[in-house]
């Protein structure tokens, strides 16, 4: 149980262009959805915390308009990463709890997407 | 601020021989534990966590960890190490979002 999965796992855009990544609970419904990025030989950074039918909070130093987050429902969320460009190029991970963004509880990571823009 | 430290970034052991990965959490109170291990291009895979309770914590794998308030450490051990544990090795924290160290990449040698 609790498998997250991400899609695409692998995405090549051109600079100037968006992408969206989808992240979904399958076995359960997710209170809180959370994107991270990952840089090479790096940690993961949170970049948002999204709950179902609301805005999501973003960390200090995220922009909002270019990380665009969408919890539409309690088992999908998407992350569209718009106007790339090649320092966007980085490893996004999702994760999902079914507890909400103020609980400790657990979470699921999905197998992240590797973004490449160039 | 919240922080979580793994001194090592790499470690190399042997087949067979044991394991102990560090990590140091800087936290006003205690917060919540837990170890992850990631293989190349993958998402994380939870190894244990730790809430309360008994400070020694049994996981997957063989996987074990042992929280000391007094060094304020929640250091991962495995007696024998296997070849497919070569991963890259994340210990987190949650006070009220979830804070990772830099990761410790573990190599075995054969």
């Known amino acids: 149980g609790a498998v997250v999965s991400q899609h695409p796992s692998r995405v090549i855009c051109k600079s100037g262009t968006s992408v969206k990544i989808e992240c979904r609970s399958l076995d359960f419904q997710a209170t809180t959805m959370f994107w991270y990025r990952q840089f090479p030989k790096k940690s993961l950074m949170l970049m948002a915390t999204?709950?179902?039918?609301?805005?999501?909070?973003?960390e200090q130093g995220v922009e909002k308009d270019k990380f665009l987050i969408n919890h539409a429902s309690l088992t999908l969320s998407t992350l569209t990463v718009t106007s790339a460009h090649p320092e966007d190029s980085s490893f996004y991970i999702c994760?999902?709890?079914?507890?909400?963004?103020?609980?400790?509880?657990?979470?699921?990571f999905g197998p992240g997407t590797r973004l490449t823009v160039t | 601020a919240q922080s979580v430290t793994q001194p090592d970034i790499h470690i190399t052991v042997s087949e067979g021989a044991s394991l102990e990965l560090r990590c140091n959490y800087s936290y006003g109170a205690t917060p919540y534990l837990f170890w992850y291990v990631q293989s190349p291009g993958q998402g994380l895979q939870l190894l244990l966590k730790y809430f309360s309770g008994d400070t020694l914590v049994q996981g997957i794998k063989g996987f074990e960890a042992e929280f000391k308030r007094s060094q304020s450490s929640f250091n991962l051990r495995k007696p024998s190490v296997h070849w497919s544990d070569a991963a890259e090795y994340f210990c987190a924290a949650y006070g009220n979002k979830l804070v990772f160290g830099a990761g410790t990449i573990l190599r075995v040698k054969s």
């Open positions: 999204s709950n179902e039918g609301s805005k999501a909070t973003y």
């Open positions: 994760s999902a709890s079914i507890f909400p963004a103020g609980g400790p509880g657990e979470q699921y």
